[in-house]
């Protein structure tokens, strides 16, 4: 009982970030901007510890808006470098904007009392301490924010695997990519809050290439990503449970194990 009573709403919440973020990583594994979750989210985690320098608590309101600004400018550049620079790899910008956003974070807590420990806070979360409330909360915004996505599913996919193809077809790419990458900014922005920026990563990533390098159609990708994420998310708070580990680094370790098997087989079929 004791189990059930301290695991319930963290596993429900990783569910509910699995749920979304399995989503997203699909579409960034075929925009080819990996890190691109790791850069938003150190932005959100820019404009928190700006908050900081006004008396603002991480986990406060204000501090949540001034992380979503943040993330809403980093969508903005994220969606302009694609369209506008084209001598320089898109993921090149999105690296210097994460080191940017990264070094500034770290500088503007050092101007904050008890800065490192919110920097800590900001990397590895505490989605064990996560209330009913707050995962209740999440799993609305997230649904709102799903519903769009299935709305525009197949035009924001098509300019994920296909941008010349989607502009042929006189679609906007600048405004497709703002409006994925605004979405991606409300659910990184929660999300981090939650989970911590390495958790929210590995969440994002993991089950997209599990189900890439599983074989499986495309049509079941998302279904193996969502099985392949919810079952680590399991076993790994269950480790951190009965060997006493930090629960977000042992999600992220039993998440990066995961794929262990299938790359090796993958390898051994060439």
Known sequence: MELI????????????????HAYLGGHVLRRGVIFVDL????????GAAMGLL???????VPAYFLGLASALSAAGLFAAARRRIHSVPQ??????????ASAA??????????????IKQILVGSILWVSWTEVLKTALIYGALGILLG???QRLSLVSENP????????NIFAWDFLFYSVFAFVVTSSVRIAGVLLVFSILIVPAVFAALSGVRKSLRLPVAWGFGIVMSLIGMLASYFLDLPT???????FAIGLVPLTIRRRAKG
């Open 164 to 171: 010349t193809l989607a502009a042929e077809k006189g679609q």
């Open 54 to 60: 006004f008396g603002f608590e991480l986990e406060s």
């Open 39 to 46: 850069a938003m989210a150190q932005f959100a985690a820019m």
């Open 5 to 20: 009573a301290l695991m319930a709403a963290p596993f429900a919440a990783s569910v509910v970030l699995v749920l979304i």
């Open 105 to 118: 974070a770290i500088l503007i807590a050092d101007r904050a009392p008890h800065g490192g420990e919110h």
């Open 151 to 153: 709305v525009v599913h």
């Open 248 to 254: 977000g680094a042992a999600v992220v370790v039993v």
């Open 91 to 100: 993921e090149a910008i999105i690296g210097i904007a994460y080191v940017a």
